[in-house]
Structure formats: C-alpha cells, structure tokens
Nanobody, 127 residues
Framework: QVLLAESGGGSVKAGGSLRLSCTSSLLPYAAPLGWFRQAPGKEREWVAG??????????AESVKGRFTISQDQDMTKNTLYLQMSSLKPEDTAMYYC???????????????????WGQGTQVTVSS
C-alpha cells in the first residue's frame, strides 16, 4: 500500500505562484510520479511527471515553461514538488499526485495506469 498526501494549494491572482508538495511512501527505483488536475465538469488531465531515478521529466503543453516538477527521496519517503508560476485562471482545478508504484519509468503516466492517488489539493487562480 502506497500512501500519497498533497499540500500547498491555495488561492492566488493571475500571474502568481504556488508550490505543491506530495509526500509518498518510499517507491521503487524508476517509479513514475505524476501531477494531474481536474476542474469541475472536466476529466482528470495530465500535468507533469518525473521518475524516481530522475531520468527526465514530461509536461503537458499547457504548462510548459510555467511549471517545474522535481522530486526528493530519502530512506523512508519520496517527495514530489510542482512549482507553478505565471498562473492563469484556467489552471484552477483540484491537483492530484499519482503513481503506478512500479519500478519502470514511463512518461507521460496516464491516469488509467495510476494505482495510487492522493486526496488532492485545490488551486484557485482569480483574474
């Protein structure tokens, strides 16, 4: 069982910044970790991803150049980050972290391959 917990959401004005964090139980080497978001009435969509061996990152076109994903690992946990800058009202959504928890890196990590999800953290961007 992998436990994920997001934090760092909030309300900002357009052009502002937020940093999201997601703490996970220790994951296998090369496991993919991803950020997803879901706005009301819309499907959950891919935002960004990274693998625990940090061999690369992948971003949705809508966030490239504005969001940066990174991750840390210690003996007991992985921590995933999403630095969001130049935020737009259309970035408003519930943000979730997810992982397949399998030691095989593949990006983007599609939602149907996510085995474990966090509870989500709300990001609201006002104009």
């Amino acid at each position: 069982q992998v436990l994920l917990a997001e934090s760092g959401g909030g309300s900002v004005k357009a052009g502002g910044s937020l940093r999201l964090s997601c703490t996970s139980s220790l994951l296998p080497y090369a496991a993919p970790l991803g950020w997803f978001r879901q706005a009301p009435g819309k499907e959950r969509e891919w935002v960004a991803g990274i693998c625990t061996d940090v061999q690369g990152t992948h971003y949705a076109e809508s966030v490239k150049g504005r969001f940066t994903i990174s991750q840390d690992q210690d003996m007991t946990k992985n921590t995933l980050y999403l630095q969001m800058s130049s935020l737009k009202p259309e970035d408003t959504a519930m943000y979730y972290c997810g992982t397949s928890a399998e030691g095989r890196c593949f990006l983007p990590l599609t939602a149907r391959l996510v085995h474990y999800w966090g509870q989500g953290t709300q990001v609201t961007v006002s104009s």
